[in-house]
């Protein structure tokens, strides 16, 4: 390949009519998907899970799931807006030199696709599997006595289920919901696709030694993302497992998503370039070949170290390093 930055480069114009015919399967199945996991997140927990109270002596057989219920340091409703907004903040501010409304409207859509493809998957899990939260015996106010007989079911009939608790129901229902965490998830979803985006746009890893501002500025969003997801393991919301098994399932939906939106996830030389969408069930054949039907400089944010500069050439620049590809 003698240019890898002008693969998917053409000179047409921007038709916002034509995207929405492209991308319009997209939109509509993330808006079937956002359905799907919000209808999943409001119903009551599928399995009845059987717990043990208290040992025949009276002590606490679970005392990891008697902590008192507290107050979310980061509701669930901020850490999703801070998973979308931080990565849309950023996609608006380099615009002011991409100038690209494909770039800007294709790389929000992935912002979306990691954050909703992340969404339902974790609700899924919550509902079917679940588990039990710091707080639970609090909200669950078993009807259960120390040293009394035990009266429940399984070996020595000292295992119960929700039927004892005596608390309020929508409490209950969610504290039978706590793995994976959502707070973690969303994060992941968002932050790390923004980590990934900025490094592309700023050539944080590339083939040249960048201000050191933009490694800080890489990693902010990664600290986000672990300061959300260990707010959690403060107040007592989630367990430890549940925070690990949200960051696997947002990281691993960010990664897909950056992968579907640009050429490379960590490659210097492609993570910046927008794949093109050709085809849809909108448009019965392909318009414009091989080639993405809008015209976008397929260059990043950075002119450091000649990125961006099509008619530069030096043998140690970055650009020079992607034409020898």
Same mark, same amino acid.
């Given at each position: 390949?003698?240019?890898?930055? @002008?693969?998917?480069?053409?000179?047409?114009?921007? !038709?916002?009519?034509?995207? *929405? =015919?492209?991308?319009?399967?997209?939109?509509?199945?993330?808006?079937?998907?956002?359905?799907?996991?919000?209808?999943?997140?409001?119903?009551?927990?599928?399995? !009845?899970?059987?717990?043990?109270?208290?040992?025949?002596?009276? +002590?606490?057989?679970?005392?990891?799931?008697?902590?008192?219920?507290?107050?979310?340091?980061?509701?669930?409703?901020?850490?999703?807006?801070?998973?979308?907004?931080?990565?849309?903040?950023?996609?608006?501010?380099?615009?002011?030199?991409? =100038?690209?409304?494909?770039?800007?409207?294709?790389?929000?859509?992935?912002?979306?696709?990691?954050?909703?493809?992340?969404?339902?998957?974790?609700?899924?899990?919550?509902?079917?599997?679940?588990?039990?939260?710091?707080?639970?015996?609090?909200?669950?106010?078993?009807?259960?006595?120390?040293?009394?007989?035990?009266?429940?079911?399984? *070996?020595? !009939?000292?295992?119960?289920? =929700?039927?004892?608790?005596?608390?309020?129901?929508?409490?209950?229902?969610?504290?039978?919901?706590?793995?994976?965490?959502?707070?973690?998830?969303?994060?992941?979803?968002?932050?790390?696709?923004?980590?990934?985006?900025?490094?592309?746009?700023?050539?944080?890893?590339?083939?040249?030694?960048?201000?050191?501002?933009?490694?800080?500025?890489?990693?902010?969003?990664?600290?986000?993302?672990?300061?959300? !997801?260990?707010?959690?393991?403060?107040? +007592?919301?989630?367990?430890?497992?549940?925070?690990?098994?949200?960051?696997?399932?947002?990281?691993?939906?960010?990664?897909?998503?950056?992968?579907?939106?640009?050429?490379?996830?960590?490659?210097? =030389?492609?993570?910046?370039?927008?794949?093109?969408?050709?085809?849809?069930? *909108?448009?019965? @054949?392909?318009?414009?070949?091989?080639?993405?039907?809008?015209?976008?400089?397929?260059?990043?944010?950075?002119?450091?170290?000649?990125?961006?500069?099509?008619?530069? @050439?030096?043998?140690?620049?970055?650009?020079?390093?992607?034409?020898?590809?």
């Amino acid at each position: 390949m003698a240019d890898v930055g @002008r693969k998917y480069q053409t000179t047409r114009t921007f !038709s916002l009519g034509l995207w *929405f =015919r492209l991308h319009g399967v997209d939109l509509i199945t993330m808006a079937l998907m956002g359905a799907l996991g919000l209808g999943i997140y409001e119903a009551p927990p599928a399995p !009845s899970r059987s717990f043990p109270v208290y040992f025949q002596d009276g +002590e606490v057989v679970y005392p990891e799931f008697a902590y008192p219920l507290r107050h979310e340091i980061v509701p669930i409703f901020a850490a999703a807006l801070i998973a979308f907004f931080a990565p849309f903040f950023f996609i608006c501010l380099f615009q002011a030199r991409l =100038r690209s409304a494909n770039h800007f409207l294709t790389t929000t859509m992935g912002v979306l696709k990691s954050l909703v493809t992340a969404a339902v998957f974790q609700v899924w899990v919550k509902w079917l599997i679940g588990g039990l939260r710091p707080h639970f015996l609090t909200v669950c106010q078993p009807n259960i006595q120390p040293n009394s007989a035990p009266s429940g079911n399984g *070996f020595a !009939s000292i295992m119960y289920d =929700r039927t004892i608790c005596t608390g309020d129901k929508d409490q209950i229902d969610d504290s039978l919901e706590s793995f994976p965490s959502g707070h973690s998830t969303a994060g992941w979803a968002g932050l790390l696709f923004l980590a990934l985006y900025i490094n592309a746009q700023l050539k944080v890893m590339s083939a040249h030694n960048p201000s050191y501002w933009k490694m800080i500025l890489m990693f902010a969003p990664i600290l986000g993302a672990t300061l959300i !997801s260990g707010a959690l393991t403060i107040d +007592e919301f989630h367990n430890w497992y549940d925070v690990l098994a949200g960051a696997i399932i947002g990281s691993s939906a960010a990664l897909v998503a950056y992968r579907q939106t640009f050429a490379a996830i960590l490659d210097w =030389r492609l993570n910046h370039i927008l794949l093109p969408r050709t085809t849809s069930l *909108f448009m019965r @054949r392909p318009r414009y070949g091989a080639e993405c039907p809008f015209g976008t400089a397929n260059v990043p944010f950075t002119r450091e170290g000649e990125w961006g500069l099509e008619t530069s @050439r030096n043998p140690n620049g970055a650009n020079a390093n992607a034409n020898a590809v």
